[in-house]
């Protein structure tokens, strides 16, 4: 005796395949929407976020370094002032004793 029905095993096959051939489109539809986001945001220069973690730290860096090299600068004029000289008296033609 013959348990399956033909018609529900060719049924189940077309479904098995069609799904198949639906995950195929979507896996196709998600590379294509992939590429074009990445030329999208290739055109607009905008950077990644390795680069952009890349340049904050340069950055930070900078900053430290700067403000090292600014208390270093402030600590070399503070050691270095010379001393007051007296302001010379201007020396007149007219009348003075020079």
Same mark, same amino acid.
Do not use: I, S
């Given at each position: 005796m013959h348990s399956r029905n033909k018609f529900l095993d060719d049924m189940s096959r077309l479904m098995t395949n069609a799904m198949g051939v639906a995950q195929g489109a979507r896996e196709e539809a998600e590379t294509a929407m992939k590429?074009?986001?990445?030329?999208?945001?290739?055109d607009r220069d905008f950077v990644?976020?390795?680069?952009?973690?890349?340049?904050?730290?340069?950055?930070? &860096?900078a900053r430290e370094e700067n %403000?090292?090299?600014a208390e270093r600068i402030s600590a070399l004029e503070a050691g270095a &002032?010379?001393?007051? &000289? @007296? %302001?010379?008296? @201007?020396?007149?033609?007219?009348?003075? &004793? %020079?």
């Open positions: 590429g074009m986001l990445d030329r999208w945001l290739a990644t976020r390795e680069e952009f973690d890349a340049v904050r730290a340069m950055a930070q &860096k %403000a090292a090299l &002032k010379p001393a007051a &000289k @007296p %302001a010379a008296k @201007p020396r007149g033609k007219a009348g003075g &004793k %020079a």
